[in-house]
């Protein structure tokens, strides 16, 4: 068990439909991070946020959208789902963003397990 | 912008063959690199990583060395086992202009028995 909670870990909709995933971060990290995981593309990085605040911005599709809440943890919302959208959907959680605030410059990501989104 | 170029796979090796994953990276200033392993039906996890030149990530037999003038960081291991077999991924880790990871494409690793 990594310490990154994600859920649900599987999930199969219609397109068109709209989905919320969520993410707990590891005890301790203010840093969370969104990516997708297709059979063709790899690894891709959607969105980060630090401490409630969106820190980067990725391949983000404008029907994807994304918060952290104060007690940390995040969710990423997908909209208008395609067939394309089908894939895993990765969370990973990291201390820290800046200097001076635990970064030691070796910015470790802690993934949990992903949740697998089918939309037929 | 910034890079990671890793070798296609997928690598099939007997079990105890040497392993070599290459790993190159384009990047502004000085990042820190990694490898992360994916098992199958898990999330990614760190393997190992370096963050200045010349230093050597190792962990699980597995050694990589933050080659600067070649920007590289290629993955070895000298016997691999069946249990390797998974997705290994180089990543690097950059603040300038942004804090941000990079990840390449995965390789893929099938080791036979």
């Known amino acids: 068990d990594s310490g990154v909670t994600q859920t649900p870990k599987h999930l199969i909709t219609a397109t068109g439909q709209r989905v919320t995933l969520r993410c707990s971060p590891r005890?301790?990290?203010?840093?969370v991070y969104w990516y997708q995981q297709s059979l063709d593309q790899g690894l891709q990085f959607l969105i980060q946020?630090?401490?409630?605040?969106?820190?980067a911005k990725g391949n983000i599709l404008e029907r994807f959208s994304a918060q952290q809440f104060p007690d940390l943890h995040s969710e990423l919302n997908l909209s208008s789902l395609e067939l394309g959208d089908s894939a895993l959907y990765f969370c990973?959680?990291?201390?820290?963003?800046?200097?001076?605030?635990?970064?030691?410059?070796?910015?470790?990501?802690?993934f949990g397990a992903g949740s697998r989104l089918t939309v037929l | 912008g910034d890079s990671v170029t890793q070798m296609e796979g997928p690598v099939t090796l007997s079990e105890e063959a040497c392993l070599t994953i290459n790993c190159t990276y384009t990047a502004t200033g000085y990042p820190s690199l990694f490898w992360y392993v994916q098992y199958p039906g898990e999330g990614l996890q760190l393997l190992l990583k370096a963050t200045k030149a010349d230093d050597k990530g190792s962990n699980k037999g597995f050694e990589a060395t933050y080659r600067k003038e070649t920007t590289s960081f290629h993955l070895e291991k000298g016997s691999v086992q069946v249990s390797d077999s998974a997705v290994y991924f180089c990543?690097?880790?950059?603040?300038?202009?942004?804090?941000?990871?990079?990840f390449g494409a995965g390789t893929r690793l099938f080791v036979k028995a």
């Open positions: 990543a690097l880790f950059t603040y300038t202009g942004g804090f941000k990871t990079i």
């Open positions: 946020y630090y401490n409630g605040e969106e820190r």
């Open positions: 005890s301790g990290d203010l840093s």
């Open positions: 990973a959680s990291s201390v820290a963003n800046a200097p001076g605030q635990g970064f030691s410059g070796a910015n470790v990501l802690t």
